[in-house]
């Protein structure tokens, strides 16, 4: 019970910390990326565009950045090669190494849509730049009168916190028009 409930929580929270609207949620990395490189769509990217979008941020910035999108971006990423036919994606050769392309490691989450006009299908930045600030510690409150006659036991679980991008230089998105 312990683990699925940590488990909610953390995909809750980073959910909130990647695509957030600064509404009631923290500002998310993935919504304060401001848009650098346009697509087509998933499928017309190119590996000019990811080179695009490395450069399009400062090189003290490149140090410590990350490519992140979706897994069902990666099966499209995968299948960009340079321009002698080579795949650009390497995957990792070591447990617990990232996979990388152009030689950046590569993040996946399920936040990060996939299609729709505007919408911001890769990220590249320096998470380092985005600061969380947690207020208190996580909160675990039990309950065994609010499903008494139902014999439930229910459980509350509360993180308060917020989050935002310290530097909105440190990340840009590839964004698809259509």
């Known amino acids: 019970l312990a683990q699925d409930a940590g488990e909610s929580v953390a995909d809750k929270v980073m959910a909130d910390l990647l695509t957030g609207d ?45 490519f992140m999108t979706s897994d069902t971006a990666i099966q499209a990423l995968r299948k ?6 080579n795949y ?11 996979d990388t392309i152009l030689g950046t490691p590569i993040l996946t989450d399920p936040n990060v849509v996939t299609s729709g006009a505007g919408s ?18 996580l909160r675990v409150v039990r309950s065994d009168e609010y499903g008494f006659d139902r014999d439930v036991v229910a459980f509350k679980i509360t ?3 917020s989050g935002d991008l310290f ?12």
């Open 159 to 161: 993180w308060r916190g």
């Open 120 to 137: 911001k299908v890769l990220v590249y930045g320096d998470p380092s730049k985005y600061l969380i600030r947690q207020v208190k510690s």
């Open 80 to 85: 960009l090669k340079d321009t002698t036919g």
């Open 88 to 98: 650009i994606w390497q995957p990792a050769l070591t447990a617990g190494a990232p």
């Open 167 to 178: 530097d909105l230089a440190s990340v840009k998105a590839l964004t698809v028009t259509a």
């Open 22 to 66: 600064g509404t009631g949620k923290p500002y998310g990395w993935i919504t304060r990326a401001t848009g650098a490189v346009n697509a087509a769509n998933l499928a017309g990217v190119t590996t000019d565009n990811l080179i695009d979008l490395q450069h399009s941020i400062l090189r003290p910035y490149r140090r410590n950045a990350v």
